[in-house]
């Protein structure tokens, strides 16, 4: 591999859905016959860059490594390594991805990982860039469809909760936007919807979606209930997340008028969002797909480090040094050797980072 075709996973869109679909496959059958894999990455080495909390991703990360015999490195505390001296992203990746074979990041700024991705001499998973996208939640949550509902097509998906902020809904939503006949009802408050840019690409596949602002509506439908926690963090405010805490909660009652079939998904951590007493309802999968998240990790390692699937270049846009991305939480406007790039849609710019778009004056 050279430096410019690592299989880097910045967004899911870097890999044809063929991959998709043969990493959720790998991931089966490793979960089926666990014993073919001990030993398959021996003397192989991750990196993780944690400068955000995580218990899952993390964890399924190192447990996916160290199950196939690899070892780990890394920080997830940046207090305790030299980011905490002003060291950049670009420095930082340059010399952790000289020390490992794989780079799992996860950043609180949108499109930070690409940015590592540029710099690495390793290949560079994201784990979570912002409020931006979490390509292996959706794995995970590809392989917990496959596995459950038996398909990703035909299926009729509500998401609930935070869908501005919430990662995991943006990346599961192009994902889903790829296969055949998939409805979207997005369940939000008027502050919390889904960004511009998905709708726009929902659209251009030619998908519905209809937004609702209550559960209640929305339960009888769906083949799929995602639940999503509101993101504290991401708010400017604490006045501005009070006014949005505590708005959604999938409880006993709501789930008697969902179908028997009716799947009840979610990334975790839960808040308040999916009460306690929904946990043993045969339809509440959100532990379980917390589990199938260790087996797609364990697949992803082994197809990245066998070099095992095409990539597109990290960049395909026009750089354009002096136009500035107006998205204040995207990278570019914190690292300043970065390289300002951009997609021209006639006049109208999309960052080549944060997906942000911006009318050429
Ligand atoms: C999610 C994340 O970090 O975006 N968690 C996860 O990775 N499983 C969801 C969240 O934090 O709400």
Redesign the pocket.
């Known amino acids: 591999m050279t430096k410019n075709n690592f299989p880097h996973l910045i967004d899911l869109d870097n890999y044809p859905v063929s991959s998709w679909d043969s990493i959720t496959n790998l991931a089966i059958d490793i979960k089926r016959n666990p014993h073919i894999y001990v030993g398959a990455c021996n003397g192989k080495i991750m990196g993780t860059l944690f400068y955000?909390p995580?218990?899952?991703?993390q964890m399924s990360f190192q447990s996916a490594m160290l199950r196939l015999g690899g070892g780990i490195i890394g920080f997830d505390n940046p207090a305790n390594s030299s980011v905490a001296k002003g060291e950049s992203i670009k420095d930082t990746t340059k010399i952790a991805s000289s020390y490992s074979d794989i780079i799992v990041m996860?950043h609180p700024l949108e499109g930070s990982v690409k940015a590592a991705a540029l710099t690495s001499d390793c290949p560079v998973v994201n784990?979570?860039d912002g409020g931006h996208l979490?390509p292996t939640?959706t794995l995970?949550d590809l392989l917990t469809l496959k596995a459950e509902k038996g398909t990703l097509s035909g299926l009729t998906v509500g998401f609930c909760g935070?869908l501005k902020n919430?990662?995991?809904v943006h990346s599961l939503l192009k994902a889903l936007c790829c296969y055949d006949n998939n409805k979207f009802v997005l369940i939000s408050t008027e502050e919390l919807k889904v960004p511009t840019y998905i709708k726009n690409r929902i659209s251009a596949s030619g998908k519905e979606y209809t937004e609702v602002n209550t559960l209640e509506e929305a339960i009888p439908s769906l083949d799929v209930l995602y639940m999503?926690?509101i993101?504290r963090e991401r708010f400017g405010s604490e006045e501005e997340y009070n006014s949005q805490k505590h708005v959604f909660c999938l409880d006993k009652k709501k789930m008697k008028a969902a179908g028997k079939d009716m799947i009840v998904m979610h990334?975790?951590?839960r808040v308040d969002e999916i009460a306690v007493e929904v946990d043993d309802d045969p339809r509440a999968l959100y532990f379980k797909q917390?589990n199938y998240?260790m087996y797609v990790r364990m697949s992803l390692i082994l197809s990245v480090l066998n070099e095992d699937i095409k990539t597109k270049p990290l960049l395909t846009g026009t750089k354009m040094p002096k136009v500035c991305c107006h998205n204040q939480k995207c990278i570019t406007n914190f690292e300043p050797s970065l390289p300002h790039s951009f997609r021209n849609y006639g006049g109208v710019l999309e960052c080549e980072y944060c997906d942000e778009r911006l009318l050429l004056e």
């Open positions: 955000e995580s218990t899952r991703t996860r784990a979570g979490h939640q995970t935070d919430g990662r995991t999503t926690r993101q990334p975790l951590p917390a998240g």
